[in-house]
T-cell receptor, first 115, second 114 residues
């Protein structure tokens, strides 16, 4: 069975500061890993994903994440936070070859960006 | 390009009433899903449909039924609504069989059962 743990349900950073959102997963097989973002009163949209190949993946809006198999982690980072980054972020994992929508989602991390 | 469209966006029901949430996608995806989102609990899969004509239970199917009407449409029915079903419901779709296996989400339906 898969599981996802997002460390910290709320993260607050100052505008221009580093954003680090943590995600650890467990999976019995090599996983697909995703980060989704949800803005208020909207659906989720994909930020980035790891399926195969390079372990450092870049996504939209300057975000990136690194798949570290030895640490079973897929932390999300952005060098400089912008006010528009304030949202809820979800890490998700799915088994290779299964439907992406059958991912297991973490509980989410709400990012607040202070001016 | 509409993507995934859900109707209605908001709904208030009385306990015991029934309703159907509608979902349609225009991306020719095989797979469709219904999730519920509750505060601090992330997204939980209610039902999914891997392809037209098939449906399967997810993590929290009790109190719900689904219909995959055709490749585009996947509806979620609450036969007798309960306050515990107050939640935000999301429909999603994905292509299968390729590496581009990401889910595309609708805008959500905010349901309150009183």
């Amino acid at each position: 069975a898969q599981s996802v743990t997002q460390l910290g349900s709320h993260v607050s950073v100052s505008e221009g500061a580093l954003v680090l959102l943590r995600c650890n997963y467990s999976s019995s097989v090599p996983p697909y890993l995703f980060w989704y973002v949800q803005y208020p009163n909207q659906g989720l949209q994909l930020l980035l994903k790891y399926t195969t190949g390079a372990t450092l993946v870049k996504g939209i809006n300057g975000f990136e994440a690194e798949f570290k198999k030895s640490e079973t982690s897929f932390h999300l980072t952005k060098p400089s936070a912008h006010m528009s980054d304030a949202a809820e972020y979800f890490c998700a994992v799915s088994d290779r070859g299964t439907n992406a929508g059958k991912s297991t989602f973490g509980d989410g991390t709400t990012l607040t960006v202070k001016p | 390009n509409a993507g995934v469209t859900q109707t209605p966006k908001f709904q208030v029901l009385k306990t015991g009433q029934s309703m159907t949430l509608q979902c349609a996608q225009d991306m020719n995806h095989n797979s469709m899903y219904w999730y519920r989102q509750d505060p601090g609990m992330g997204l939980r899969l209610i039902y999914y449909s891997a392809s037209e004509g098939t449906t399967d239970k997810g993590e929290v199917p009790n109190g719900y039924n689904v219909s995959r009407l055709n490749k585009r449409e996947f509806s979620l029915r609450l036969e007798s609504a309960a306050p515990s079903q107050t939640s935000v419901y999301f429909c999603a779709s994905s292509a299968t069989g390729t590496l581009n296996t990401e889910a595309f989400f609708g805008q959500g339906t905010r349901l309150t059962v009183v």
